[in-house]
Nanobody, 121 residues
Framework: QVRLVESGGGLVQAGGSLRLSCASS????????MGWFRQAPGKEREFVAA????????IYADSMKGRFTISRGNSESTVYLQMNNLRPNDTAVYYC??????????????WGQGTQVTVSS
């Protein structure tokens, strides 16, 4: 069993930055990939970024490339999502997930409770 707890969400103006964190516990952190997804009101959950067992393997949704960066702190069992140049349409609840590296929700067996990110124009 893996427990995931996100933090770092909040309200930010367009063009600003936020850094989300997701602390993991329960299983050895380096045995699974970590992903970030987001869900806006009335929309399906969408893939944001993911990292393999180390930060050497990362994948991103096309719309986040160049603005978002995922990284793993394996010694702290934490995954981060640095978000720069935020836009109002980045507003969503952001979830971290643990499982197999991929861009679909089905790749991940464990999910956090989510953290709200709101970007004002």
């Amino acid at each position: 069993q893996v427990r995931l707890v996100e933090s770092g969400g909040g309200l930010v103006q367009a063009g600003g930055s936020l850094r989300l964190s997701c602390a993991s516990s329960g299983r050895t952190f380096t045995t699974y990939a970590m992903g970030w997804f987001r869900q806006a009101p009335g929309k399906e959950r969408e893939f944001v970024a993911a990292a393999g067992y180390s930060s050497a393997w990362t994948i991103y949704a096309d719309s986040m490339k160049g603005r978002f960066t995922i990284s793993r702190g394996n010694s702290e069992s934490t995954v981060y999502l640095q978000m720069n140049n935020l836009r109002p349409n980045d507003t969503a609840v952001y979830y971290c997930a643990a499982g197999n590296l991929g861009k679909t929700t089905e790749s991940y067996a464990y999910w956090g409770q989510g953290t709200q990110v709101t970007v004002s124009s």
